[in-house]
Antibody, heavy 121, light 111 residues
Framework: QLQLQESGSGLVTPSQTLSLTCAVSGGSITSGVYSWSWIRQPPGKGLEWIGYMFDSGSTYYNPSLKSRVTISVDRSKNQFSLKLDSVTAADTAVYYC?????????????WGQGTLVTVSS | QSVLTQPPSVSGAPGQRVTISCTGSSSNLGAGYAVHWYQQLPGTAPKVLISGNNKRPSGVPDRFSGSKSGTSAFLAITGLQAEDEADYYCQSYDSSLSGSVFGGGTKLTVL
């Protein structure tokens, strides 16, 4: 059974960088079959796709966040990461990592439990 | 403001049928891109309900069905049960944004 687990700082100071990691177990992140995504949900609001990567290292980002986002992979640890620069209070959200297909409309079939990141001084 | 528009809330009594709409445009649903539906129970991660417009993964009751026509997609739930009370999201691709998009979400209340 595939499992994804987010980890990282739960409190980030405004203007600093948010850093999260998603550890994948029960399957290889380098299988070549899937995409690996970050999705966030501000408190009481809807879902927002942040971006995804393929195991080749190719990345695709939400245009509204593209200038601040980096998604990268650590194949040796079977995990992938999210960095979001210059955060503001608007970046406060539950951040999920998820596995998707490689289609243009990836189906996010496995999700982590989510981790709340609060941006505050 | 999402490019996929869903009603903020719908409600129905146990046993009734409800429909949740997801309305897009020519750059997403109208362009023929597939739509997926997710159910999010309070405090949990979203779960796949319908994939590829109308396919139910194993384990999803046949009370849930999906359809798509033109620039709109629909999630229908028949025989409403208390456990169906959740938030529902549609998801597709938008060519103008070159990425995945979610609807704003619909909160289903079982009366």
């Amino acid at each position: 059974q595939l499992q994804l687990q987010e980890s990282g700082s739960g409190l980030v100071t405004p203007s600093q960088t948010l850093s999260l990691t998603c550890a994948v177990s029960g399957g290889s992140i380098t299988s070549g079959v899937y995409s690996w995504s970050w999705i966030r949900q501000p408190p009481g609001k809807g879902l927002e796709w942040i971006g995804y990567m393929f195991d080749s290292g190719s990345t695709y980002y939400n245009p509204s966040l593209k200038s601040r986002v980096t998604i990268s992979v650590d194949r040796s640890k079977n995990q992938f990461s999210l960095k979001l620069d210059s955060v503001t209070a608007a970046d406060t959200a539950v951040y999920y990592c998820a596995r998707g297909g490689r289609q243009l409309v990836p189906l996010f079939d496995y999700w982590g439990q989510g981790t709340l990141v609060t941006v505050s001084s | 403001q999402s490019v996929l528009t869903q009603p903020p809330s719908v409600s129905g009594a146990p046993g009734q049928r409800v429909t949740i709409s997801c309305t897009g445009s020519s750059s997403n649903l109208g362009a023929g891109y597939a739509v997926h539906w997710y159910q999010q129970l309070p405090g949990t991660a979203p779960k796949v309900l319908i994939s590829g417009n109308n396919k139910r993964p194993s384990g999803v009751p046949d009370r849930f069905s999906g359809s798509k026509s033109g620039t709109s997609a629909f999630l229908a739930i028949t025989g409403l049960q208390a456990e169906d009370e959740a938030d529902y999201y549609c998801q597709s691709y938008d060519s103008s944004l070159s990425g995945s998009v979610f609807g704003g979400g619909t909160k289903l209340t079982v009366l």
